[in-house]
């Protein structure tokens, strides 16, 4: 059960828990719209593995927020998703709620 994506609304952030990869995220991906919808923060801190088809992810769920006019942070991001960040030089477009202040 744990190898599943898990995710949530509360108020104005997105949680996400468990793992975000090629095998996981295709019913996120069907929810997009939906799920990001009045979402300021995408809560990553309960996400045990992401690969860079869950990075790809993430960084659609934040473009298609800022279309709609709502700015995203991200919370929770982990040395290792921050390592694979880097790698992909997303540091502008994945900002960490920690660094925004």
């Known amino acids: 059960m744990s190898d599943l994506l898990h995710w949530q609304q509360q108020d104005r952030s997105l949680l996400l828990s468990g793992k975000l990869d090629h095998e996981t995220l ?6 997009k719209e939906h799920v990001v ?11 045990k593995r992401v690969d860079s088809a869950g990075l790809a992810l993430l960084v659609h769920l934040q473009n298609i927020a800022t279309r709609s006019g ?3 942070v991200f919370h929770g991001i982990s040395d290792k998703l921050q390592s ?3 790698l992909y030089n997303l540091q502008q477009i994945i900002v960490s709620a920690e660094e925004s202040r």
């Open 26 to 31: 295709l019913p996120l991906w069907q929810q």
């Open 37 to 47: 919808r009045g979402v300021s923060e995408i809560n990553v801190s309960g996400l």
């Open 70 to 72: 709502q700015p995203v």
């Open 84 to 86: 694979l960040i880097t």
